[in-house]
């Protein structure tokens, strides 16, 4: 069986192209569901955050109307090594087979320019070990940088979370940067399917989903890399 390193975002708010900051976190559907997946196939998780830190989820994503009218608070509370994971900085990639990154605005503010991260993404695909991330997760993918610095996500083929969604959350126009804009910058080549419906893409061992509704999906992508 395999293990799989989940690196969740460590972030409690995101900062607005004001200054502003709103609260935030993971999102609970995008780390729940391929967790429950994952383990489900016999598979073992580990988690890590920068420094270490307990991530939170955003509150949003914790309303029933958000997880199928389930209350998700006691499974993700159940999970001991969400509770205490360990820092993303004492990570050794080589004791894991395959990297998730959940999404959430969350990795907006933190991943986005964690270098220990971005080394780790590069590292993994550089060692055709699968990395599979989801919505704002592809955020974790700006600091990641080739041997020869220069992007990784340059000439891929990617998903992430679009900017007619942002738009429709009603977050585009206060954001610093939108993370579909930001990823195009860099080189990738990114498709998007329609609003809020599953939507996955795979280039080599970076897979990526669009969207909290393209989690299940995109674990299960993983899950075929892993049997």
Same mark, same amino acid.
């Given at each position: 069986?395999?293990?799989?390193?989940?690196?969740?975002?460590?972030?409690?708010?995101?900062?607005?192209?004001?200054?502003?900051?709103?609260?935030?976190?993971?999102?609970?559907?995008?780390?729940?569901?391929?967790?429950?997946?994952?383990?489900?196939?016999?598979?073992?998780?580990?988690?890590?955050?920068?420094?270490?830190?307990?991530?939170?989820?955003?509150?949003?994503?914790?309303?029933?109307?958000?997880?199928?009218?389930?209350?998700?608070?006691?499974?993700?509370?159940?999970?001991?090594?969400?509770?205490?994971?360990?820092?993303?900085?004492?990570?050794?990639?080589?004791?894991?087979?395959?990297?998730?990154?959940?999404?959430?605005?969350?990795?907006?503010?933190?991943?986005?320019?964690?270098?220990?991260?971005?080394?780790?993404?590069?590292?993994?695909?550089?060692?055709?070990?699968?990395?599979?991330?989801?919505?704002?997760?592809?955020?974790?993918?700006?600091?990641?940088?080739?041997?020869?610095?220069?992007? +990784? *996500?340059? $000439?891929?083929?990617? =998903? !992430?979370?679009?900017?007619?969604?942002?738009? #429709?959350?009603? @977050?585009?126009?206060?954001?610093?940067?939108?993370?579909?804009?930001?990823?195009?910058?860099?080189?990738?080549?990114?498709?998007?399917?329609?609003?809020?419906?599953?939507?996955? +893409? *795979?280039? $080599?061992?970076?897979? =990526? !989903?669009?969207?909290?509704?393209?989690?299940? #999906?995109?674990? @299960?992508?993983?899950?075929?890399?892993?049997?």
């Amino acid at each position: 069986m395999a293990t799989v390193l989940f690196v969740v975002t460590g972030a409690r708010s995101w900062t607005l192209a004001d200054g502003s900051s709103v609260p935030t976190g993971y999102w609970a559907e995008e780390l729940l569901t391929p967790y429950r997946l994952i383990t489900g196939a016999g598979h073992s998780v580990t988690f890590a955050t920068p420094g270490g830190v307990t991530p939170v989820a955003d509150e949003v994503s914790l309303a029933p109307d958000a997880n199928g009218g389930a209350d998700v608070r006691p499974d993700l509370d159940a999970i001991d090594g969400l509770q205490h994971p360990m820092k993303l900085e004492d990570v050794v990639l080589g004791d894991y087979d395959a990297v998730f990154y959940p999404g959430g605005h969350g990795p907006m503010e933190d991943l986005a320019q964690d270098a220990t991260s971005g080394k780790l993404i590069a590292d993994a695909l550089k060692g055709s070990k699968p990395v599979a991330i989801v919505c704002h997760g592809p955020a974790a993918l700006l600091p990641a940088r080739t041997s020869a610095g220069e992007p +990784v *996500v340059a $000439g891929r083929k990617i =998903t !992430g979370f679009s900017n007619e969604e942002e738009k #429709a959350a009603g @977050k585009a126009d206060k954001a610093k940067w939108l993370l579909e804009d930001r990823l195009r910058e860099l080189g990738a080549d990114v498709s998007t399917g329609p609003a809020w419906q599953p939507f996955t +893409v *795979v280039d $080599g061992d970076l897979l =990526t !989903g669009q969207n909290p509704a393209s989690s299940e #999906a995109l674990a @299960k992508k993983l899950l075929e890399r892993l049997s």
